[in-house]
Nanobody, 122 residues
Framework: QLVASGGGVVQPGGSLRLSCEVS????????IGWLRQAPGQQREGGGY????????DYADSVKGRFSVSRDMAKKMVYLQMNSLKSGDTAVYYC?????????????????WGQGTQVTVSS
């Protein structure tokens, strides 16, 4: 089970940190990704962290602004979002890939959290 939290309303240029609480899955076997879906848009990948080495990768749209990290002991994965733009407004989901690889496509993931709304607006 994955439970995402931390969404809210933030002004452009602001920061927000999302959290994903993981239970029933092992972070050393599952990659965790953060994907988002804006109104009327398809779900798209933002960033992910792999299982074995904890390597991260990011979509071009968020590279340099977003950062994924994890706390193995707490079984938490985080998405730090800086320099937020109005285009970042979306529902953000954390999801688990049992292959441990991650990716930017929704089909890369098997288990999903419920999503948390992020709104960037002045």
């Amino acid at each position: 089970q994955l439970v995402a939290s931390g969404g809210g309303v933030v002004q452009p240029g602001g920061s927000l940190r999302l959290s994903c609480e993981v239970s029933g899955l092992s972070l050393d076997r599952h990659a965790i990704g953060w994907l988002r879906q804006a109104p009327g848009q398809q779900r798209e990948g933002g960033g992910y962290i792999t299982s074995e080495d904890g390597d991260t990768d990011y979509a071009d749209s968020v590279k340099g602004r977003f950062s994924v990290s994890r706390d193995m002991a707490k079984k938490m994965v985080y998405l730090q979002m800086n320099s937020l733009k109005s285009g970042d407004t979306a529902v953000y989901y954390c999801a688990a890939d049992p292959r441990g690889l991650g990716g930017f496509r929704p089909d890369d993931y098997f288990t999903w959290g419920q999503g948390t709304q992020v709104t960037v607006s002045s």
